[in-house]
């Protein structure tokens, strides 16, 4: 079973950086960070295809937040600059379990393993 452990979440003042980790038992199919706030749905946050050369983003995030991967040290990153009070929540890195024609979705249901997520906090 594939394991996906987050962390580097943490508080930070809003206009501050994080930089959050994904270390998982494989590293070979499209992956992604999810982020849930309380009381709402879990949303797509970034998407990266296998190779790291293929990247998408939430609007929400678009220009702010970076995610990248390490293959060779089977380790996602999301680097998030100029955070918000609004990107509090909970983030989890997720990736599917098989190869995918084409892009990467960011449908939820897709993604096989899940991570149990690391806490992001942001002061206003």
């Known amino acids: 079973q594939v394991q996906l452990v987050e962390s580097g979440g943490g508080s930070v003042q809003a206009g501050g950086s994080l930089r959050l980790f994904c270390e998982a038992s494989?590293?070979?199919?499209?992956m992604a960070w999810f982020r849930q706030a309380p009381e709402k749905a879990r949303e797509v946050v970034a998407i990266i295809d296998p190779s790291g050369t293929d990247t998408q983003y939430g609007e929400s995030v678009t220009g702010r937040f970076d995610i990248s991967r390490d293959n060779a040290k089977k380790t996602l990153y999301l680097q998030m600059n100029s955070l918000k009070a609004e990107d509090t929540a909970m983030y989890y890195c997720a990736e599917e379990a098989t190869f995918r024609l084409g892009r990467c979705i960011s449908r939820l249901e897709s993604y096989d393993e899940w991570g149990k997520g690391t806490e992001v906090t942001v002061s206003s």
């Open positions: 494989r590293s070979t199919y499209c």
